[in-house]
């Protein structure tokens, strides 16, 4: 089956960096995406790793280790609106499913 | 403008009584899929179709039913709604290959059955 784990919240302050982790078991692993989704409202992507290493976004990032089975997202410079939750989301290379991990809500603070 | 809707992005309704959301995309995308949000469980996938008459089962398939007739429109419908229905629902679309792009995801139906 598929397993894909995040943590459930985290907290930052306003302009720091922040670092959420996602890792991932999955067969025949074809690649990952991060969405971000704010409170009531459909999620939006940010990001696709497909290969190892870093995938950079203007203020976000994202990294990749398939041998590891583990991703992060680096959002740099937080702002207010950075609030949201965050969510890791892999395919695999024998379904055309999307699963999703539960979800990382970020809480940004003054 | 690029857009998935989604409609009625509310409803109540009491149990038994047959329902359905409706879904389209005006970006000829072949791949759509039905997705419900529950607290700590996270979006699971209901139904996808990669392309018109094509449809298979997700992770959370039973008491759904869908359809796809034209390439813009993916209905989700209730035969016979339960409260454990009770749920968010979204509405995604994305070009060929699930694997490789981005999904493009309505703006939400809240769904509740008493």
């Known amino acids: 089956g598929q397993n894909i784990d995040q943590p459930t919240e985290m907290t930052a302050t306003e302009g720091a960096i922040v670092q959420i982790n996602c890792t991932y078991q999955t067969s025949g692993f074809n690649g990952l995406f991060w969405y971000q989704q704010h409170a009531g409202e459909a999620p939006t992507f940010l990001s696709y790793n497909v290969l190892d290493g870093l995938e950079e976004k203007g203020r976000f990032s994202s990294f990749l280790s398939r041998s590891k089975g583990y991703s992060y997202l680096l959002l740099k410079e937080l702002q207010m609106k950075d609030s949201a939750s965050y969510l890791c989301a892999v395919t695999s290379g024998n379904t055309d499913k999307l699963i999703f991990g539960t979800g990382t809500r970020l809480q940004v603070f003054p | 403008e690029a857009q998935v809707t989604q409609n009625p992005r509310y409803l109540i309704t009491v149990t038994g009584k047959k329902l359905t959301v409706t879904c389209s995309q005006n970006m000829n995308h072949e791949y759509m899929s039905w997705y419900r949000q529950d607290p700590g469980l996270g979006l699971r996938q209901i139904y996808y179709s990669m392309n018109v008459e094509v449809t298979d089962k997700g992770d959370v398939p039973e008491g759904y039913k869908v359809s796809r007739k034209e390439k813009r429109n993916f209905p989700l419908i209730l035969e016979s709604p339960s409260p454990n229905q009770t749920s968010l629902y979204f509405c995604?679309?994305?070009?060929?290959?699930?694997?490789?792009?981005?999904?493009?995801f309505g703006p939400g139906t809240r769904l509740t059955v008493l």
């Open positions: 995604a679309s994305t070009g060929t290959g699930i694997s490789y792009n981005e999904q493009f």
